[in-house]
């Protein structure tokens, strides 16, 4: 199964969990209180306690904002015609979203995430949610985005999610895309399925890494470990994300681990070990210490070289006290403390 198919199958999957999800249950809540002109016509008080109720419920999306809510009070109490101002600007043709989202931080209590809610709320075919799931649950799916929550991002999600819905109209729209953003993070049946849909693309990430290392062992196999280095250090900062190797276009991702690899002798750095193939080659996985999601890069000193039994575990075990000691990392999976060179 390719990625394509099996993300329809993620969707409809989604869809199924959709249909008895308050998520759905809650789409049509506030259609007739987040109106221009209801928000107009409500005065002071109302407004205050409108918007106190809308953070306290999370805008019936995400878990309310217990601690925020009572800061919002205060702070938004002080200058409550600006607030009015504020709320009252995305009704209006004239709207400027980026100048809107910058200016968020003038409302304190009211995160980004609860405002692209509210801006969700009044038009769900135009904004969308974005909150810490927002860009957990794109990462995943294989979008590089960081876990920053900034216009920047908003406006990458905004696009990203435009496409996923003009490729999948299952999702229908920003509302529902950001239910499924929920189901791929925060629910069960939606962790399994995206676990094994990393699966299939690490997977072929390792057979073009075999089929790369294979295609260069007569030619450019080096066993000097400065000459490997020199080789990783030119290709980290290699810019193009493809490379051509006899003739045939591969993941620059993929030559890099290569080399990685055989720099790393093919030898697990948790546990030592090496799985000699019956053609003489070393099987062996590489794998990122820190996720491209978090801004980090493809680079020798955020790639562990290991086993597949010790991959599982960096991967799936509970993760503690990940320190960098100079060029050693240490890390504590499941109790046990494991040590590895970045050098
Ligand atoms: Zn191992």
Redesign the pocket.
């Known amino acids: 199964m390719d990625r394509k198919t099996y993300l329809i199958k993620i969707i409809k999957e989604f869809d199924d969990w959709y249909q008895n999800d308050p998520h759905n249950q809650n789409k049509d809540f506030y259609k007739k209180i987040i109106t221009r002109d209801n928000i107009e016509s409500l005065n002071d008080n109302e407004l205050l306690d409108f918007f106190y109720e809308f953070i306290n419920d999370g805008g019936r999306v995400q878990s309310g904002g217990y601690r925020t809510k009572n800061i919002f009070k205060k702070e938004i109490g002080k200058n409550l015609s600006a607030f009015r101002k504020y709320v009252v600007e995305p009704f209006y043709n004239h709207f400027n979203l980026n100048v809107w989202i910058q200016r968020l931080d003038a409302f304190t209590g009211s995160g980004i995430g609860i405002a692209t809610i509210y801006l969700n709320r009044i038009d769900c075919n135009k904004y969308p949610i974005m909150n810490n799931k927002t860009l957990k649950a794109l990462a995943k799916l294989g979008y590089q985005i960081s876990g920053t929550k900034n216009l920047t991002n908003y406006l990458k999600v905004k696009k990203i999610q435009n496409q996923l819905i003009a490729e999948f109209p299952l999702i229908e729209n920003l509302y529902k895309a950001d239910a499924l953003n929920h189901f791929i993070v925060a629910v069960y049946k939606g962790q399994v399925l995206i676990s094994d849909y990393l699966q299939i693309e690490s997977f072929q990430d390792g057979l073009e890494q075999n089929e790369i290392d294979y295609n260069t062992r007569s030619s450019d196999i080096s066993s000097n470990p400065n000459e490997l280095y020199l080789r990783i250090k030119e290709c980290e900062k290699e810019e193009s994300e493809r490379v051509t190797i006899k003739g045939k276009t591969y993941k620059r991702y993929n030559y890099l681990m290569v080399q990685i690899k055989r720099y790393r002798k093919f030898k697990?750095?948790?546990?030592?070990?090496t799985i000699l193939k019956e053609n003489g080659t070393y099987y062996i996985e590489a794998c990122h210490i820190k996720a491209k999601a978090e801004g980090k890069k493809d680079q020798l000193n955020n790639i562990l070289v290991?086993?597949?039994?010790?991959?599982k575990?960096f991967d799936y075990a509970k993760r503690e006290n990940e320190i960098y000691l100079g060029d050693i990392f240490s890390v504590i999976l499941n109790g046990k403390t494991y040590k590895a060179s970045l050098k």
């Open positions: 697990c750095q948790f546990c030592n070990t290991l086993c597949p039994n010790c991959h575990l």
